[in-house]
T-cell receptor, first 117, second 111 residues
Framework: GAVVSQHPSWVICKSGTSVKIECRSLDFQATTMFWYRQFPKQSLMLMAT?????????EQGVEKDKFLINHASLTLSTLTVTSAHPEDSSFYIC?????????????FGEGSRLTVL | QKEVEQDPGPLSVPEGAIVSLNCTYSNSAFQYFMWYRQYSRKGPELLMY????GNKEDGRFTAQVDKSSKYISLFIRDSQPSDSATYLCAMLTGTASKLTFGTGTRLQVTL
């Protein structure tokens, strides 16, 4: 299957700092990528849809100024958690589809675990 | 009522057993049905992908979709300890771009 890579896989930061997570599609181009958040033993919660060359679309209840998304190229989307607080600690996962978003054939990155102290 | 219902488990079975994982849904517009496997602290991995009703087999895995009952299943034959993971069902309408996930079922295959 297609490969989606995330970096870093694990990050610890102090409260008040900002953290950037990268999501790359390694063997295909993706005009759209998705960012999810997952709490322990819970399912994935879609945070936002990242669109190459335009603004991201955020789900209801997700603060766009808190979670900055940039999709500057067809293979890279970044999620920046600004002024992170302990409640932002979570598992963040991105996904992309080589077949287009309507196909449902999404491939996920390995996830990035954020711990805010 | 959630759009997709999935028993969270945990489900514990002995090695070699046949495992049946299920999801029900309420949105009749769903056309694409996926099963993902997620190991602890890892991203989900696409296992099976099915369009509309019917069966699909891949090795020890069989996915079934019954649109009339709004019910999908994933069967795992000859289950192995390495199958121990959380299995998430996911669905998509023909026009939407966002997957709707079940809560995931945690499976434990014991020796």
């Amino acid at each position: 299957g297609a490969v989606v890579s995330q970096h870093p896989s694990w990050v610890i930061c102090k409260s008040g700092t900002s953290v950037k997570i990268e999501c790359r599609s390694l063997d295909f181009q993706a005009t759209t990528m998705f960012w999810y958040r997952q709490f322990p033993k819970q399912s994935l919660m879609l945070m936002a849809t990242s669109n190459e060359g335009s603004k991201a679309t955020y789900e209801q209840g997700v603060e766009k100024d808190k979670f900055l998304i940039n999709h500057a190229s067809l293979t890279l989307s970044t999620l920046t958690v600004t002024s992170a607080h302990p409640e932002d600690s979570s598992f963040y996962i991105c996904s992309a589809s080589p077949s287009g978003v309507g196909s449902g054939e999404l491939f996920f990155g390995e996830g990035s675990r954020l711990t805010v102290l | 009522q959630k759009e997709v219902e999935q028993d969270p488990g945990p489900l514990s079975v002995p090695e070699g057993a046949i495992v049946s994982l299920n999801c029900t849904y309420s949105n009749s517009a769903f056309q694409y049905f996926m099963w993902y496997r997620q190991y602890s602290r890892k991203g989900p991995e696409l296992l099976m992908y099915t369009y509309s009703s019917g069966n699909k087999e891949d090795g020890r895995f069989t996915a079934q979709v019954d649109k009339s009952s709004k019910y999908i299943s994933l069967f795992i034959r000859d289950s192995q300890p390495s199958d121990s993971a959380t299995y998430l069902c996911a669905m998509l309408t023909g026009t939407a771009s966002k997957l709707t996930f079940g809560t995931g079922t945690r499976l434990q295959v014991t020796l």
